[in-house]
């Protein structure tokens, strides 16, 4: 069976890591295996595309740039005008289905998807993330496309119910870096490195 | 260690439970905790501090705060050594170590102060008239020199061993000012349920109350704001911040000093942080700073703002000075005098006004407070710290000074020449200050929107509910500068105390026609420095005002810039030193080149394995032999940071024909092509290849470099250009990993491999492209050549490129497969004449490179037009040849410059671009650009490398040295 090797294979550490001995307010483990599949097309049909893409896989299509959907663990987020992201499991998508007037191109594995989550998160993602985290300004569900220490990122505000969860999407060739960056300004405040999943 | 002799038995904000011990100048003293360095230096008796920038003059502690122009101090050792802090800014720690500057052998006995005692060559510009000859080269000698004498704190030699931080913040209202002001509008924003940010740049909220007498009513307001901003969780206060910046939209620069305070930051923590904050509003309450008046010795120690000697006393309880002259032309000096006669010392007022409002007459006088109405401070007296001083009657109406009435003992001078609103932030907004006449002093006058200004920023008199008022500010009688006593010695009066400005330098600028405020600032350097004359600005620009013989309100002032206060480059570094300088882009087969002995080399923010050595080989042994077992078996690179990019769409074609130059719709499925295209002024951009998909889909490989360029002009193309083509172009560079396998057994190896694919040459001809399995693993294969030889790029998902790695590398044991990296690579380029990006280098056009003949004559591409233009289709444009060397052994050097034999002058006649040696033909080859090009085939030039005085003589040849008929490619 083909396994597919993490871009952080070699650095990644399950453990405590940073300051205190307390529980740490802080947790990060890496996303595996996971689709990441962008659909696009042209103004003038990306509605209708939209519709037949809903219908298919009975999923609700996000409104807007701002706000993504998800549903268990599968999400869409419209990363551009007429460009949609599925990313999660999605097992059902026929790269031909969505009819001629789109176009679907596998992005799997270009990016490390890191999962972010305890009270801290959103002071930890700051560091680097020059987005409004905020409960007010960026509820759950939001999500925003930018850039961290020099890095392109899209940072997912998850529902996490009474925690801070956010998913962060970097670039494969970037992972090690962001890791090493991630990991050493999450060490003011003490971290949990999971094991992925 | 001493004890505190200035150091009050009572009163005070400081922690007398925590006693704090520090070093200056090597002698250990005590302190408590809440002092600073400065306030623990007064207390133990300590005057004398530093010596000045230019004149070596003795200087002692002059302020309370940021504005601080003498009490500049070297602090801590080692990595941590950090110069030119100003003492009253540093929060005393328990092992603080500090020490005096710009001094020699030691602080009390400066060698370098008989500058002092020069001539007045030293006078504003004096090095630039003084050491012009005898010859050019003369000021490289004196340079050195001066800057030896001058000069502040020297550098760290070490590297910093701590953290710095970078972060983001967002408010609704950032309030810059944690003083009264500040506090009253926090709390108004906060209860109103605002996100509040408040940034104060001491380690405690207050402001100028922390500076009154310790118990009052303002004391009891001041901690019920404090409880009532704590109690607000949309409220944050920052302390140990400074809001240093302010730019467009209402964004801030803040430096947080988080463990400046401490010897050294807890585990993890850092040093200090820098904050980017997005204010929707920004009320600015950052107060006011006081200015002194001139006079002559006005720098010795001892000589101090009045509003200091009261923070001094009030706060840190340390006394300044007991036998006290005030000098001042305002009202604010006289609570600074009655506070510090109430603590027991002798205090004479000199006010230059003959007539003070009543009520504060009489509280000076019931104080004990000698007061001499109508007099003025003509001068100062004293070696190393300031003794007596010399009074003058004063009449404002009369420019010239009376001659020396009395002289008063005095051991502290505490002068106030008026307020000036803080109104840095908004300046550096652009909108700068003007002078009000009545209160004179800078005032706002338009604030930018999202702004308000509030407190003494605004110059706003009005006392807050409950607290007494302030001192009004409309009673002042303005006086900038007191000239010297008739039948005096001439003394130094210092305008700008940090850069040793006197009064005489301003007046030598405005003689010499540096009339205009910005060309004052440059020729004497006043308002420059570590304060950025804080306290200094307004009395220039008034002595200036005065000698133009105009309005103070018509000179203007100086460019405000961040920052307010100097900001540590580590702090503005944050995290991006080390590893984190910048991110590094690794291929998916990284870890393997680690593990396996690669050594890596730069290719923008990628780290490409440049070369394998075994043991004791050099970089040019194993690319040599790397290069030539490609040519002789087979070998593998990694070439997964090429760029990639899907081209997609019922348009595809028609947008690769308008992007390359050459042909696209005929393009078979199954089949890539090399491409070309252009930038819209004519050059050549990229070069790579592209393979036909599908239909509608294309998959495009470009350089390394220039990956990022060509997709931002495809986007741009299909956004603004051409919005009409259904075309969608996608970065898929970290999708893919890739693998080029090269040479004559490459074919053999990868049929051992892929098996479900015939490898067959007509099966699977050169510039085919098949889709296959290496056991389980998809790959996409190119059979293109970048080396000249057969050759195949292997593509696979990039979680899965270290498996296909490992595959390639296990399965070419039996062909004697070598791994080689990009200086390999190189080699066999240039042995094939591929150009690169030594030669697509942005000047080039098609034919430059020889590429002319691929420009399709049937349809336009972008570009087109304009590499017809006149220039770039000159005939003696440097075109593309192969060189040998004649002397096979000799290296070449990229960068040389081509010259006829004997004639190295000038640009020469070409330029040598990319250099090797040749394993395939055992001599030093390389390639360049050529004025005539291959119509100087067979002749000998030279290859000139002036910066190391090398001449290579060099056959000139067709640059495709390996193969010329593609025999290898096609085999």
Redesign the interface.
Known sequence: MLERRSALAAIYRVGRIGAGDGPPSLSVHERLARDLVQVSGWPQSFPSQCRRLETMLDFPMPDDGLKAVSHGESTIFRVGPERLWLAGPWPGLDPASPGDEAVVTDIGHSRTVLRVAGPQSRVLLNRGLPIDLDEAAFPAGSFAQSVIHHMAVLVHHLDGQDEAVFDVYVPRDFAVSFWQWLTEAAEAFGCQIEEPG | MTDQPDRLGQGGRIDRSRALSFTFDGRAYAGWSGDTLASALLANGVHLVGRSFKYHRPRGVYAAGVEEPNALVTLRKGGRHEPNVAATTVELFDGLVAESQNRWPSLGLDMLGAIDRLPPVFAAGFYYKTFLGPTRKAWMFYERLIRRTGGMGKPPGQPDPD?Y??????CDVLVVGGGPSGLAAALAAGRDGA?VVVVENEPVLGGSLLARPRGGESDAWLAAAIDELAALPNVRVMTRTTAFGAYDNLVFGLAERVNDHLAEP?????RQRYW?L?ARRAVLASGMIERPIVFGNNDLPGVMLASAARCYLNRYAALAGRTVVAFTNNDSAYDAAIELAAAGADVSMVDVRRQIPGQLERQARDAGVSLLLGHAVGGANGRRAVDSVDVIEFDAASPSAGAVKSRLPCDLVAVSGGWTPTLHLLAQRGSKPVFDETLAMLVPEVVPEGFRVVGGAAAEEAPLAGLAPERSLATIAPVWAIADPLGARPRKKFVDIQNDVTTDDISLAHLEGYEAVEHLKRYTSQGMGTDQGKTSNLNALAILAGLRDEPRGTVGTTTYRPPYTPVSIGALGG??TG??F???????I??WH?GNGAVFTDAGL?QRPWYYPKAGESLDAAYVREAGEVRDGVGMVDVS?LGKI?V???DAADFLDRVYVNNWRSLPVGKARYGVMLRADGIVLDDGTTSRISEDHYFMTTTTANAGVVMTQFEFLLQAAWPEL?V?V?S?????AGIAVAGPRSRDLLARLVVDLDFDNDAFPFMGVRHGHA???PVRLLRISFSGELAYEVYT???????LWRAVHDHGREFGLVVYGTEALGALRIEKGHVAGPEIDGRTTLSDLGLERMASKKKPYLGGALMEREGLTEADRPRLVGLETTDRGTKLRAGAILCQPGRHQGHGIGVVTSVTYSPALGGNIGIGLLAGGMSREGEVIDAVFPLRGEVVAVRVRSPHFVDPEGERLHA
């Open positions: 953290r931080e970078k972060a983001h913040a967002f996100r807890p585990p993890y923590q850092p980017v997005r995290a991006g590893q984190h910048m991110p590094v882009r690794r291929s998916p990284h870890d680690q990628w940071s899907d997609q769409g019922p259904k969608q996608t898929v560079t970290g999708q893919w056991g389980d693993i998902p990039a979680d899965y490129g270290e498996e």
